[in-house]
């Protein structure tokens, strides 16, 4: 039986990286620190559904350890016992980043350091994917042509198709969240150069599915869905028309195995929905009100810092290359999502506790 290690396999990929594994009777680890809410700076929200969930339905085959990835002797010990690693750990959200830049350094640039180096030095020649970010393009992207439309921007001529690998990560203003996620990749690049590790860099778009504990910071489909079912306000910042390619999580996860399982020894891949899967802020919230059969409560704000107004991915070299495609639809995915959080009241309940008198009425 072969062993992966999952970092951050308590949080929302992580864990159903963890699932998925353990269902193709692979042994799993997950390690995490189950820092996800302190480093978002919402403390008040229980991180640990995931952790638990992975306790309540695959004790026995998941094993979790609470520990940090830049732990050199826990992550050496663990990896004396690992055939794959797929690293999902890391300080998610641009805002953050940038009011808490160390943290962010720690837990992206250094934690990834941290595991190559270690990987390396076992001897062990493992597989590894490194869950990097469309972000580490900065923004760039804004300097392309763009046309308005009434709910959402387009990319214009010569990128209809969105934005593939070849788009350069340099001379674009980053975040620090961009900054410490391209150092990551670029350490990825390089220590499958230099030492032939076999590594797959997954520039991923916005991942959405169940479990995922969105906040107003990451994570913004589920978010919206559950501010919207526990009557709680939108924010949306700048006008709503800027653009993401979605990808349903269980479409990630069955794509991060195939690489896992190929022979293929390095990969550079954009990932996302691709322009089929690319929504407005505005067509999410205008679908989430048909489903959820509510009005959005919206408020607006001037726009974020380093966002980029339209973001979508070509996602053709990884298809060529894996041979796969997203099977899930933007709006079946956003249908379903729904569903699960309107099925999985515990869920909601660790944001306040309590439902609103207006989701309890439905
Ligand atoms: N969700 C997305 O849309 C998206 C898009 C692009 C890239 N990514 C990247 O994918 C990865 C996973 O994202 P997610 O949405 O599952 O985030 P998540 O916050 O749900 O999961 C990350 C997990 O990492 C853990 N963690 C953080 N620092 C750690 C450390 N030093 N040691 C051990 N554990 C640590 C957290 O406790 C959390 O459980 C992240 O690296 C993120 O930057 C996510």
Not at 269 to 289: K, P, R, T
Not at 335 to 357: C, H, M
């Amino acid at each position: 039986m072969k062993t992966v290690l999952v970092t951050g396999g308590a949080g929302f990929i992580g864990s159903h990286i963890a699932e998925f594994f353990a269902r193709q009777d692979w042994r799993v680890i997950v390690l995490d620190n189950l820092s996800r809410t302190l480093l978002l700076k919402s403390s008040h929200i229980d991180a640990s559904y995931n952790w638990d969930y992975l306790h309540e339905y695959y004790a026995g085959r998941v094993q979790c350890i609470k520990g940090d990835v830049n732990d050199h002797e826990l992550l050496r010990n663990i990896l004396s016992q690992c055939d794959a690693i797929i690293h999902t750990a890391g300080q998610t959200a641009v805002t953050r980043s940038i009011e808490f830049p160390r943290e962010d350094f720690t837990n992206n640039a250094a934690a990834t350091f941290t595991l190559l180096e270690e990987s390396r030095l076992s001897g062990k020649n493992h597989r590894i994917i490194f869950c990097s970010t469309n972000k580490v393009y900065g923004e760039k992207a804004n300097f392309l042509p763009i046309i308005e439309k009434d709910t959402r921007y387009i990319f214009g001529a010569g990128y209809e198709a969105g934005i593939d690998e070849e788009f350069g990560i340099d001379l674009c203003k980053h975040s620090p969240y961009g900054c410490s996620k391209a150092a990551a990749d670029i350490y990825c690049q390089e220590y499958a150069r230099h030492y032939g590790m076999n590594i797959g860099i997954f520039r991923m778009s916005c991942i959405y599915g169940p479990r995922q504990l969105g906040l107003e910071d990451q994570g913004w489909i589920a978010w919206f869905i559950i501010a919207m079912l526990m009557g709680q306000k939108i924010t949306i910042c700048g006008d709503g028309k800027q653009v993401r390619d979605i990808l349903y999580v269980d479409d990630l996860v069955r794509l991060m195995y195939d690489f896992i399982i190929s022979d293929i020894s390095y990969g550079l891949y954009n990932v996302g929905g691709g322009c089929e899967n690319a929504v407005s802020i505005l067509e999410v919230i205008s679908l989430l009100e048909d489903e959820c059969k509510l009005k959005a409560n919206i408020t607006c704000k001037d726009w974020r810092a380093s966002d980029q107004k339209v973001f979508y991915t070509n996602i053709e070299h990884v298809k060529a290359m894996l041979g796969w495609t997203p099977m899930v639809s933007c709006k079946d995915g956003i249908r379903q999502l729904v569903q699960w959080y309107k099925d999985n009241r515990a869920f909601l309940k660790r944001y306040n506790g309590i439902y609103t008198a207006r989701e309890q009425s439905q």
